[in-house]
């Protein structure tokens, strides 16, 4: 038994990057789904300001983004010089890479503003934009090289570039003696094992867009490495960016944007499944923070997020009739494809908090309102019969219910998210997760 716990030990630190990092989902802001290819050094440094200096009420309390968490300031793709005239694209013929200055005067700069804020500051490497169509040990160098002079804490390693391998990748980092947060962006084609993952959060699917059935679609895509227990920390499935706040982004007729009702779906459904939280909009923007504060400060939502007890969320119920819902994704030549997918017309997620308590998500995918029904016995590792259920959208306990709780009338594209927990002191039972 005892060797047994510290073999699991073993293979719990084995199975993640050992860099200390993402023990939690990583919480942050990153410019894609704002600004597209159009981002420059002062756009990103004033979102830095942002981040801190803008404060807006939680409980009474003037608040800002990175007193909630969100610390972390990521910067994309289009950082680069693609002018050419050498061997590569945006490597000079020693490997080097090449910053377009116009854009990006100084990016010393640009991370120290972000360390003088308290903030963490994330790059971008193996680019899309004029991605290079070859590897060599000089750029893989170079490029680390370089993230490290300029300072950078956290890096997302996209797809589009023939730099594709995590195990070099994470080897370079790691000799630089400082932790970086490293993300794979390989849309689901390079995932972990239970004894492999030299990064700290992977990407579970092609790129999110601003609609309600691109951000179901992208949701399902992480069902399985919670079921294969895969998702877990150092080591977090990732379906991509918050689009919470965002429309009209790079995604063009595929991101018309999210009513409150589907941002609040949307936040609460990444918050569930223990996706790392990156949020794209524009934060110094007054309408669209007003519009979406309540959804992004909401205190509770973020805990169950940051939570850990053994399994990183997943559905446990779903309706027997399906919708159809439009779904946006990626084709790999860069055209955004709109699809039809079916979706069970309603369906439950649940993550386990620890000390008995299981949070549960009821997501309402019909497009009409819908009451939903949901009985205790169904939710995995959850002990009581008379439960006692807390909203975490409205921040008030509704009591101690008998067998099943009737959420009325949610609608079309809402859910609801509650915490259960028993009155009693009631022993966990035997906790299948699906
Ligand atoms: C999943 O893996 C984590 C970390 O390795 C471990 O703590 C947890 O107990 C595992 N859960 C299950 C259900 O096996
Ligand atoms: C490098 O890897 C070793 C072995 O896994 C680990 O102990 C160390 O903390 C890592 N260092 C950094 C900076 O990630
Ligand atoms: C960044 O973009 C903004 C908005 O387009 C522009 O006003 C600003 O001058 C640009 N800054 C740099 C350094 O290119
Ligand atoms: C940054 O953090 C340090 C240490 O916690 C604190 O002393 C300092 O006031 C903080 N600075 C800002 C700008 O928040
Ligand atoms: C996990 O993946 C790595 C890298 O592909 C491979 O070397 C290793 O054998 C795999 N381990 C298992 C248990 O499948
Ligand atoms: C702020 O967002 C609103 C709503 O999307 C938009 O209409 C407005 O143009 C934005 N303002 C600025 C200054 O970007």
Redo the contacts with the bound molecule.
């Keep these: 038994m005892a060797l047994q716990l510290l073999l699991c030990a073993f293979l719990a630190v084995v199975g993640a990057i050992d860099n200390g990092l993402g023990r939690a989902p990583p919480m942050g802001w990153r410019s894609w789904n704002l600004y597209g290819a ?1 981002v ?4 990103m440094q004033r979102i830095m300001d942002g981040m801190v200096s803008k404060k807006r009420k939680v409980d009474g309390v003037p608040t800002s983004l990175c007193d909630l968490g969100f610390c972390d300031v990521g910067l994309d793709d289009n950082w680069q010089d693609c002018k050419g005239g050498h061997q590569y694209h945006y490597h000079d013929d020693a490997g080097i890479p090449i910053i377009n200055r ?2 990006f ?1 100084d990016m010393i700069t640009m991370t120290s503003h972000a360390h003088q804020l308290n903030l963490t500051s994330g790059w971008y490497l193996n680019n899309c934009i004029c991605s290079e169509q070859a590897a060599t040990d000089s750029m893989y160098q170079s490029d680390v090289a370089a993230l490290t002079v300029f300072g950078f804490d956290a890096v997302k390693l996209d797809g589009c570039g023939q730099q594709q391998d995590l195990d070099k990748w994470a080897d370079l980092f790691n000799k630089t003696g400082r932790p970086i947060m490293i993300e794979n962006c390989h849309w689901g084609g390079t995932v972990p094992n239970a004894t492999w993952c030299p990064w700290n959060f992977f990407r579970t699917s092609g790129d999110v867009r601003a609609s309600y059935g691109s951000i179901v679609g992208n949701l399902l895509t992480t069902v399985e490495w919670a079921q294969k227990n895969l998702s877990k920390p150092g080591c977090w499935a990732y379906p991509d960016m918050l689009e919470v706040g965002c429309q009209h982004g790079p995604g063009g007729a595929g991101d018309p944007g999210l009513t409150f009702f589907e941002a609040r779906s949307h936040f609460s459904a990444w918050a569930i499944v223990s996706s790392p939280l990156t949020l794209s909009l524009d934060v110094n923007n007054d309408t669209v923070m007003d519009a979406v504060w309540e959804i992004i400060s909401n205190k509770e939502i973020i805990a169950v997020n940051q939570a850990w007890a053994g399994h990183s969320g997943s559905p446990f119920k779903q309706a027997d009739s399906y919708v159809q819902l439009t779904d946006f994704n990626m084709e790999m030549k860069g055209a955004i494809i709109p699809h039809n997918s079916q979706v069970p017309s309603w369906q439950f997620f649940y993550k386990p908090m620890g000390g008995g308590k299981i949070v549960v998500l009821l997501m309402n995918h019909d497009s009409k309102a819908q009451d939903l029904t949901l009985t205790f016995s169904d939710v995995p590792g959850l002990s009581c019969q008379k439960c006692k259920v807390r909203c975490l959208y409205v921040h008030s306990d509704l009591g101690e219910h008998d067998g099943t709780f009737v959420a009325k009338g949610v609608p079309s594209h809402d859910s609801r998210m509650f915490m259960l927990s028993s009155s009693g002191h009631a022993a966990q039972k035997d906790v299948v997760f699906m």
């Design positions: 159009n420059n050094q002062s756009l116009e854009r005067p």
